[in-house]
C-alpha cells in the first residue's frame, strides 16, 4: 500500500557489520595508515579536491566505517601528483597507499 | 630541628614532600586518613608513558618516607588559629601546636554513576579506568569477561569538560590513560577491536604523542572523534554505545563487551574541609586557590600553607613530584628566613 | 542489568505526590485517541479510591502542541496556562494534575522559567488581568496523571482482579515501557525515577505482576515528535523512528507495550499496521502486532472492567491474544457494540496485520 510517504534509509554507521578484513590486510600492508589524525593537510592540498571532493583523510576514514564504494569512487579522481605525500605531518606515503587500496580493494573498483 | 611539619594527606605528594624534608634534617608529620600510603597511585598498576609500575614508584617513596612521624586512619577533626601558629586537633586525639602546613589532599575520582546515560552501576559491562587498573592489579572483576572480549570501547573526559556535571575543567591526564589501558587491553586481547571515543585528544607531555601514534600504528586501535551519547545493554548482555562519528558527521554504534568510562578528577571532599578549616579559598574551578596560577602554584594565600599535587588541580605524577620538591625546598627556606 | 544501580537511581529522584485534591486537565487528542482512558481515570481516582478530583469544562488546551510546533508566542502560552491556573485557584485546588505529558512539561517549563525569570510571571499575570480579568495562584504541586496511579498502583493491586502474569505459562508477562518525552527529559527530578531510567511506568508493572523489558532503543522517541508526523514530507522520519524502536523491542518478544503519553500509544498502535503494509513485517506472536495501552486502560484491565467498556476496540492492535493471556474474559460480538447497543460498524480488516 502506498501512504505518500515510506521508511527512511539511516545514515547511522553501525561498526558491528563494518567488515574489518580488508582493513587489516591494509594495515598489514601499509602500518601508517593508522597513523592519520585526520588533520586535513592532504585534502587541502590536493589539486583534484576542488572539483571532486577526493580527499585521502575521507578515504581513510571511509574505509575504516564501511564506505567501500563511496571511497573508491572518490579515489578515481586521484592522479597521484603526491602532494599529500608532501604535507602529511605524520608522514604517511599517501601514494603508496593509494595504490596498496588499490591492489587489496581492487574488487571493489569495478 | 623542632619545627613541626604537618603534611595533610599521604599520597605521593606528601610522600614525596616528606622524603625531601627528611633528607633537610626535619621530622614531618603525615596526616593520612586511609588505612595506606600512596594515594591513588597505590591502586594503579603501570603508569605512562613508560609502563613504569606503580607500585615500585609508591613503595620506594613509603620506604624513603619511614622515618616521618606516620598516623594512618587520622582525620582532623578540627584547626584552631593560635596567635602565629595553629592548633591540630586529630582524630586519634593528639594534638599538634604548628605553623607550617603542607596540604597535599589530591583529588577524588569523578563518581561516574552521576553520568546516568553511561549506565556505571546499572550495566554489567560498564567500569571505570580506576576499575579496569584494579582488575589489571588483581584480576578480580566479575564485569570483566575474559573468555569473550571480542570489542572494548573507552569513553574519554567522563565528568571532565562537561558544564552539566559541574566539572568544566579538563582532568588532564584521561586522554593518554585510555592510549595506555587501550594498548594494555589489546596487548592482552590482540584479537579485540579497540575503540576510543574523544573529543580532543590531548597529548601534551613528555612522549605522548609517541605512545600515541604507537596505539594506533602498532596496536591499530581505533580512535573515533565523538562523545559517547547513551549506553544501553542488549539482549545478550553485552553495551550498545552511541556517538557521533564527528570527521565524518555521521551517527555511529558499535557493540562492545567492555566499556571503560574514564572518569575524570575533581577537587577531594578532603580537601574542601581542609579549605573549611583553615579558611583556604577555593578557584573557579572547584579545586584549592593558589596565591598565584603562574608564579606560585604551591603558595597558598595563607602565610605557612602551602600545596603540593591535585589539591590544586588535576596534575600528572611527575609534575605532582616536583611540586612535592619543590614545596619542600619552600618550606625550609620558610623555616630558615624566621 | 544490576537492579540495584536503577534502584538506586530511582531514589535520588522521588517526588512528592499529594494523596488527594487534585485540580484536572485533560489532553487535546487523547480521547479521539484513546477515548476510554481518561473516563477511566477519573472512574478509578473518584469512583473506585474515592480521592477528590475536579475537573471543570472551562478548561482549554495548554497551547503546547502550537507551542513544540513552533507556531505561537511563548507569551501566549504562558497566557493560556496562567488562565487554566486561574481556574484551579477559583476552584479552591492547589494541586494540578495534567492527562497530557506535553502539558506536564509545559506547566513545569513555564514554572521553572516564571522562577528564573519574575518579571515575566509579572507580565503575565497583566495580560490575564487585561484578557479575562482572571487572577492566578501557582499550584503547589504539578503532577502528571500517571504519577498518581504510580502513587495508587497498591491500591489498585490489592484490588486487583488480575495479574500482569500468563496464565498459560504461570511466567510474569514482558511489558515494555515507553516514557513521553516530556515527562522528564527537560526537567529530570520532575518525573519519578528521573530521566535516564524513569520509574513511574515500571512502578505499576512491578505491583500488578509483570516484568519491565530493558531493550536497548528503550529510550528513543516513539516516532510522533510533532513536527516529524504533522509535515507529511516528514512522516517517513516519524514511521522509521517507530520502526527503530520495534526492531530494537523485537527480541524480547515484549506482550504488550505501556505508555505514559498521547502521543506514544497512537504512534506505537498505528505505525505496527503501516510498518506491517509497507514492509510486511509484524512483531506479536502468530502475525498479530504487539498491543500498546495507556496506563489507565492497563490498570482497567488488572481491576476487571470490560475490555469493550474502556475502549480498546478502537485500537489498531488486536488486543485479543494479550487478554486472552491475563485471563480476561470478552464477548468477540461485543467488541463493536457502543452505549446502549448501538453498533459502531465494523472496521476493514488489514492486509497484512493479523487483528481480531
Given at each position: 500500500?502506498?501512504?505518500?510517504?515510506?521508511?527512511?534509509?539511516?545514515?547511522?554507521?553501525?561498526?558491528?557489520?563494518?567488515?574489518?578484513?580488508?582493513?587489516?590486510?591494509?594495515?598489514?600492508?601499509?602500518?601508517?595508515?593508522?597513523?592519520?589524525?585526520?588533520?586535513?593537510?592532504?585534502?587541502?592540498?590536493?589539486?583534484?579536491?576542488?572539483?571532486?571532493?577526493?580527499?585521502?583523510?575521507?578515504?581513510?576514514?571511509?574505509?575504516?566505517?564501511?564506505?567501500?564504494?563511496?571511497?573508491?569512487?572518490?579515489?578515481?579522481?586521484?592522479?597521484?601528483?603526491?602532494?599529500?605525500?608532501?604535507?602529511?605531518?605524520?608522514?604517511?606515503?599517501?601514494?603508496?597507499?593509494?595504490?596498496?587500496?588499490?591492489?587489496?580493494?581492487?574488487?571493489?573498483?569495478? | 630541628?623542632?619545627?613541626?611539619?604537618?603534611?595533610?594527606?599521604?599520597?605521593?605528594?606528601?610522600?614525596?614532600?616528606?622524603?625531601?624534608?627528611?633528607?633537610?634534617?626535619?621530622?614531618?608529620?603525615?596526616?593520612?586518613?586511609?588505612?595506606?600510603?600512596?594515594?591513588?597511585?597505590?591502586?594503579w598498576n603501570c603508569l605512562f608513558p613508560d609502563m613504569?609500575?606503580?607500585?615500585?614508584?609508591?613503595?620506594?617513596?613509603?620506604?624513603?618516607?619511614?622515618?616521618?612521624?606516620?598516623?594512618?586512619?587520622?582525620?582532623?577533626?578540627?584547626?584552631?588559629?593560635?596567635?602565629?601558629?595553629?592548633?591540630?586537633?586529630?582524630?586519634?586525639?593528639?594534638?599538634?601546636?604548628?605553623?607550617?602546613?603542607?596540604?597535599?589532599?589530591?583529588?577524588?575520582?569523578?563518581?561516574?554513576?552521576?553520568?546516568?546515560?553511561?549506565?556505571?552501576?546499572?550495566?554489567?559491562?560498564?567500569?571505570?579506568n580506576?576499575?579496569l587498573e584494579?582488575?589489571f592489579?588483581?584480576?578480580?572483576?566479575?564485569?570483566?569477561?575474559?573468555?569473550?572480549?571480542?570489542?572494548?570501547?573507552f569513553?574519554?573526559?567522563?565528568?571532565?569538560?562537561?558544564?552539566?556535571?559541574?566539572?568544566?575543567?579538563?582532568?588532564?591526564v584521561c586522554c593518554i590513560t585510555a592510549v595506555k589501558q587501550a594498548i594494555e587491553m589489546?596487548?592482552?586481547?590482540?584479537?579485540?577491536?579497540?575503540?576510543?571515543?574523544?573529543?580532543?585528544?590531548?597529548?601534551?607531555?613528555?612522549?605522548y604523542?609517541?605512545f600515541y601514534?604507537?596505539a594506533?600504528?602498532?596496536?591499530?586501535?581505533?580512535?573515533?572523534?565523538?562523545?559517547?551519547?547513551?549506553?544501553?545493554?542488549?539482549?545478550?548482555?553485552?553495551?550498545?554505545?552511541?556517538?557521533?562519528?564527528?570527521?565524518?558527521?555521521?551517527?555511529?554504534?558499535?557493540?562492545?563487551?567492555?566499556?571503560?568510562?574514564?572518569?575524570?578528577?575533581?577537587?577531594?571532599?578532603?580537601?574542601?574541609?581542609?579549605?573549611?578549616?583553615?579558611?583556604?579559598?577555593?578557584?573557579?574551578?572547584?579545586?584549592?586557590?593558589?596565591?598565584?596560577?603562574?608564579?606560585?602554584?604551591?603558595?597558598?594565600?595563607?602565610?605557612?600553607?602551602?600545596?603540593?599535587?591535585?589539591?590544586?588541580?588535576?596534575?600528572?605524577?611527575?609534575?605532582?613530584?616536583?611540586?612535592?620538591?619543590?614545596?619542600?625546598?619552600?618550606?625550609?627556606?620558610?623555616?630558615?628566613?624566621? | 542489568?544490576?537492579?540495584?544501580?536503577?534502584?538506586?537511581?530511582?531514589?535520588?529522584?522521588?517526588?512528592?505526590?499529594?494523596?488527594?485534591?487534585?485540580?484536572?486537565?485533560?489532553?487535546?487528542?487523547?480521547?479521539?485517541?484513546?477515548?476510554?482512558?481518561?473516563?477511566?481515570?477519573?472512574?478509578?481516582?473518584?469512583?473506585?479510591?474515592?480521592?477528590?478530583?475536579?475537573?471543570?469544562?472551562?478548561?482549554?488546551?495548554?497551547?503546547?502542541?502550537?507551542?513544540?510546533?513552533?507556531?505561537?508566542?511563548?507569551?501566549?502560552?504562558?497566557?493560556?496556562?496562567?488562565?487554566?491556573?486561574?481556574?484551579?485557584?477559583?476552584?479552591?485546588?492547589?494541586?494540578?494534575?495534567?492527562?497530557?505529558?506535553?502539558?506536564?512539561?509545559?506547566?513545569?517549563?513555564?514554572?521553572?522559567?516564571?522562577?528564573?525569570?519574575?518579571?515575566?510571571?509579572?507580565?503575565?499575570?497583566?495580560?490575564?488581568?487585561?484578557?479575562?480579568?482572571?487572577?492566578?495562584?501557582?499550584?503547589?504541586?504539578?503532577?502528571?496523571?500517571?504519577?498518581?496511579?504510580?502513587?495508587?498502583?497498591?491500591?489498585?493491586?490489592?484490588?486487583?482482579?488480575?495479574?500482569?502474569?500468563?496464565?498459560?505459562?504461570?511466567?510474569?508477562?514482558?511489558?515494555?515501557?515507553?516514557?513521553?518525552?516530556?515527562?522528564?527529559?527537560?526537567?529530570?527530578?520532575?518525573?519519578?525515577?528521573?530521566?535516564?531510567?524513569?520509574?513511574?511506568?515500571?512502578?505499576?508493572?512491578?505491583?500488578?505482576?509483570?516484568?519491565?523489558?530493558?531493550?536497548?532503543?528503550?529510550?528513543?522517541?516513539?516516532?510522533?515528535?510533532?513536527?516529524?508526523?504533522?509535515?507529511?514530507?516528514?512522516?517517513?522520519?516519524?514511521?522509521?523512528?517507530?520502526?527503530?524502536?520495534?526492531?530494537?523491542?523485537?527480541?524480547?518478544?515484549?506482550?504488550?507495550?505501556?505508555?505514559?503519553?498521547?502521543?506514544?500509544?497512537?504512534?506505537?498502535?498505528?505505525?505496527?499496521?503501516?510498518?506491517?503494509?509497507?514492509?510486511?513485517?509484524?512483531?506479536?506472536?502468530?502475525?498479530?502486532?504487539?498491543?500498546?495501552?495507556?496506563?489507565?486502560?492497563?490498570?482497567?484491565?488488572?481491576?476487571?472492567?470490560?475490555?469493550?467498556?474502556?475502549?480498546?476496540?478502537?485500537?489498531?492492535?488486536?488486543?485479543?491474544?494479550?487478554?486472552?493471556?491475563?485471563?480476561?474474559?470478552?464477548?468477540?460480538?461485543?467488541?463493536?457494540?457502543?452505549?446502549?447497543?448501538?453498533?459502531?460498524?465494523?472496521?476493514?480488516?488489514?492486509?497484512?496485520?493479523?487483528?481480531?
Open positions: 500500500m502506498d501512504f505518500g510517504f515510506k521508511l527512511s534509509p539511516s545514515s547511522a554507521i553501525n561498526l558491528d557489520k563494518v567488515d574489518t578484513e580488508k582493513f587489516a590486510e591494509l594495515h598489514r600492508a601499509e602500518p601508517d595508515v593508522y597513523k592519520c589524525m585526520a588533520c586535513g593537510s592532504c585534502t587541502s592540498t590536493c589539486p583534484a579536491n576542488r572539483f571532486s571532493g577526493m580527499s585521502v583523510r575521507k578515504v581513510i576514514l571511509g574505509l575504516q566505517r564501511g564506505k567501500e564504494k563511496e571511497v573508491i569512487a572518490m579515489m578515481k579522481n586521484c592522479m597521484l601528483c603526491g602532494k599529500c605525500s608532501m604535507v602529511c605531518p605524520r608522514g604517511i606515503n599517501t601514494r603508496h597507499l593509494i595504490l596498496s587500496i588499490c591492489r587489496i580493494y581492487g574488487e571493489d573498483m569495478k | 630541628m623542632k619545627e613541626n611539619i604537618v603534611i595533610i594527606g599521604g599520597g605521593i605528594a606528601g610522600l614525596e614532600a616528606a622524603c625531601q624534608l627528611l633528607d633537610l634534617g626535619y621530622k614531618p608529620i603525615i596526616i593520612e586518613k586511609s588505612d595506606h600510603l600512596g594515594g591513588h597511585v597505590a591502586d613504569t609500575p606503580a607500585g615500585d614508584i609508591v613503595s620506594a617513596l613509603i620506604s624513603k618516607a619511614a622515618d616521618a612521624n606516620i598516623f594512618l586512619n587520622t582525620e582532623i577533626s578540627f584547626v584552631n588559629k593560635l596567635q602565629d601558629s595553629y592548633n591540630i586537633m586529630l582524630s586519634n586525639g593528639i594534638s599538634i601546636i604548628t605553623r607550617i602546613m603542607l596540604v597535599t589532599t589530591g583529588f577524588s575520582v569523578f563518581d561516574a554513576s552521576k553520568k546516568e546515560e553511561y549506565g556505571y552501576g546499572v550495566y554489567d559491562q560498564v567500569i571505570t580506576k576499575d584494579h582488575w592489579n588483581t584480576g578480580d572483576d566479575r564485569r570483566v569477561n575474559d573468555s569473550a572480549m571480542n570489542a572494548i570501547g569513553v574519554h573526559c567522563v565528568g571532565s569538560r562537561d558544564e552539566k556535571a559541574r566539572n568544566s575543567q579538563c582532568s588532564k589489546k596487548q592482552k586481547f590482540p584479537e579485540a577491536m579497540v575503540y576510543c571515543f574523544y573529543m580532543d585528544l590531548r597529548m601534551f607531555g613528555k612522549k604523542e609517541d601514534i604507537s594506533q600504528r602498532d596496536y591499530g586501535i581505533r580512535f573515533i572523534r565523538g562523545r559517547v551519547s547513551e549506553v544501553s545493554e542488549n539482549i545478550d548482555g553485552r553495551v550498545i554505545v552511541k556517538a557521533e562519528d564527528t570527521l565524518s558527521g555521521k551517527p555511529v554504534k558499535v557493540t562492545l563487551d567492555l566499556l571503560v568510562l574514564m572518569a575524570g578528577m575533581v577537587c577531594s571532599q578532603d580537601s574542601t574541609k581542609v579549605a573549611n578549616m583553615i579558611k583556604l579559598p577555593l578557584d573557579s574551578d572547584g579545586f584549592l586557590k593558589s596565591a598565584d596560577n603562574v608564579a606560585d602554584i604551591i603558595d597558598s594565600p595563607k602565610e605557612g600553607i602551602f600545596y603540593a599535587g591535585a589539591c590544586t588541580g588535576p596534575k600528572t605524577v611527575p609534575e605532582t613530584l616536583a611540586e612535592a620538591r619543590a614545596a619542600a625546598l619552600k618550606i625550609h627556606l620558610y623555616i630558615m628566613k624566621k | 542489568m544490576i537492579y540495584q544501580g536503577k534502584q538506586k537511581i530511582w531514589a535520588d529522584y522521588q517526588k512528592e505526590i499529594p494523596d488527594n485534591h487534585w485540580f484536572y486537565v485533560r489532553s487535546c487528542i487523547r480521547q479521539n485517541f484513546f477515548p476510554g482512558a481518561e473516563k477511566m481515570f477519573l472512574e478509578i481516582c473518584r469512583g473506585l479510591l474515592k480521592k477528590d478530583i475536579f475537573e471543570t469544562e472551562h478548561h482549554t488546551t495548554c497551547g503546547g502542541i502550537a507551542y513544540h510546533c513552533d507556531t505561537i508566542p511563548q507569551e501566549t502560552v504562558m497566557t493560556i496556562v496562567a488562565r487554566q491556573f486561574a481556574l484551579m485557584t477559583e476552584a479552591g485546588y492547589e494541586n494540578y494534575v495534567a492527562s497530557c505529558i506535553t502539558s506536564f512539561g509545559n506547566y513545569i517549563e513555564i514554572l521553572e522559567t516564571w522562577k528564573e525569570f519574575p518579571e515575566l510571571e509579572t507580565r503575565i499575570r497583566e495580560m490575564l488581568w487585561k484578557a479575562c480579568k482572571r487572577e492566578f495562584n501557582k499550584p503547589k504541586y504539578v503532577a502528571h496523571a500517571s504519577d498518581l496511579i504510580y502513587k495508587y498502583r497498591n491500591e489498585i493491586a490489592a484490588r486487583a482482579k488480575f495479574r500482569l502474569v500468563n496464565r498459560f505459562t504461570g511466567e510474569p508477562l514482558k511489558v515494555v515501557e515507553h516514557i513521553g518525552c516530556h515527562y522528564a527529559k527537560m526537567f529530570p527530578a520532575r518525573g519519578v525515577g528521573g530521566a535516564e531510567y524513569p520509574y513511574v511506568l515500571c512502578g505499576m508493572i512491578e505491583s500488578w505482576g509483570g516484568n519491565v523489558i530493558d531493550y536497548p532503543e528503550r529510550r528513543h522517541c516513539c516516532g510522533y515528535g510533532f513536527r516529524q508526523y504533522h509535515v507529511k514530507a516528514n512522516r517517513g522520519y516519524s514511521l522509521s523512528n517507530t520502526y527503530k524502536k520495534f526492531e530494537s523491542m523485537e527480541p524480547y518478544h515484549p506482550d504488550f507495550i505501556l505508555t505514559n503519553c498521547p502521543g506514544c500509544p497512537y504512534f506505537m498502535d498505528r505505525w505496527q499496521y503501516v510498518i506491517a503494509e509497507t514492509e510486511g513485517k509484524t512483531y506479536g506472536e502468530n502475525g498479530y502486532g504487539i498491543p500498546v495501552l495507556t496506563y489507565e486502560e492497563l490498570a482497567s484491565l488488572v481491576l476487571g472492567y470490560n475490555p469493550w467498556d474502556i475502549g480498546l476496540q478502537l485500537h489498531q492492535v488486536a488486543v485479543e491474544p494479550l487478554l486472552d493471556k491475563i485471563g480476561i474474559e470478552y464477548d468477540p460480538k461485543e467488541k463493536y457494540k457502543g452505549l446502549n447497543e448501538k453498533d459502531l460498524m465494523r472496521p476493514e480488516l488489514p492486509g497484512v496485520l493479523r487483528c481480531c
